[in-house]
C-alpha cells in the first residue's frame, strides 16, 4: 500500500478542515491559494473530499499563517 492510499482519509480530513476555516474566514479557494502562492487548482485538490492530496508542511504553515489558526487545527481528525 503507497502512502497516499494509507493516509487518505487523513489527508481528506486535513483538506476539510482547510476549507472549513477557509469559508469562516469568507475566503475564496483562488484567494487563499494566490495568499499561498500554490495554484487555484492544487487547493481544490487540497479540499476535494474525494481527491487524497498530500499538502507540504510548509504550504500547510502557511495556510495556517494565512486563515489565522493554530496548525494543530488542521490536524484535527476528530471532526
Do not use: C, W
Amino acid at each position: 500500500m503507497d502512502k497516499k492510499t494509507k493516509y487518505a482519509e487523513k489527508y481528506i480530513r486535513i483538506g476539510l478542515n482547510i476549507a472549513y476555516y477557509r469559508k469562516l474566514r469568507g475566503m475564496t479557494q483562488l484567494q487563499l491559494a494566490e495568499a499561498v502562492n500554490i495554484s487555484r487548482t492544487h487547493m481544490s485538490n487540497i479540499e476535494a473530499p474525494n481527491v487524497p492530496t498530500s499538502v507540504s508542511l510548509d504550504t500547510l504553515f502557511e495556510i495556517a499563517d494565512i486563515l489565522d489558526v493554530d496548525i494543530t487545527s488542521l490536524f484535527d481528525l476528530k471532526k
